[in-house]
């Protein structure tokens, strides 16, 4: 495939003549624009702008990840081939018993397809099934670091948050990243509030990283999007990629909205 012969080269470029080699703007670029991609999630791109948020959250090709409840895999999709050569992606999902929401078993029958499909591409990813209540995400080491893209609200309605927050700060190394993309709320919205709606607060999500020893490195408006007036009846899934439930007349107007208003903060374990 295109894509995993590229990053091959680059590796043997890099090595004989480092100055030749692909920028990792480059890189993120040619994995992006991979023949691997699901058509569909390519359209997203212009919502969730992974070359900056990856760019922010410091990820390069030689670094180690994990990737927290990935699902389908959209974040997978660009990750597992751009640390394919030089680092490690790890995908890290539930474990599956005779308690877990069916949804998941699904959406791990659906990426293992998507994996088969695409193996020279996915044969050097590893996976991690783990428990909310006391995850375990790295069996062989901390990593540099772990991502997680909207997932907090599902933590919280669960009431793991903090179990989930703190497995992330034993994954990592001292120094190492947790890059956490989250629909926002209205600041002072209510925690029943913010369940119900799927939007969290910033000051939530920084009081539970830090009350497990994080610092907040720093904050990015990358993913904001300030037609999204918080206010939907059915949440932040009136929106794309879901508008379920939205009437047919209503849709039009919700597609110009877009995706929601997303806080994008970078952690450090110090």
Known sequence: MRITTILCLNLFIGFIFPQLALSNEDLIDEVLAGEHRDANYIKRDKYRHPKETLDFFGITPEKSVVEITPGYGWYAEILTPLLRENGNYIYASYKLNDDINPFFVKVEKAFIEKMQQHPDVYDKLNWVHFEASDPHLTPD???DAVVTFRNVHN??????????????????????????????????????????????????????AESVGFRLDAKSEINANPKDTKDHPGGVWNLLPNLRNVAVEDKDKMVEVGESDRMTLRFIKD
């Open 155 to 208: 933590w919280a309605k669960a009431g793991t948050t903090k179990s989930m927050f703190e497995g992330f700060h034993k994954a990592l190394k001292p120094g190492g990243v947790l890059g956490l993309v989250e629909h926002r709320a209205i600041p002072g919205t209510s925690l029943e509030n913010q369940i119900k709606s799927g939007y969290m607060t910033e000051d939530f999500v920084i009081q539970m």
């Open 141 to 143: 080491g901390p990593v």
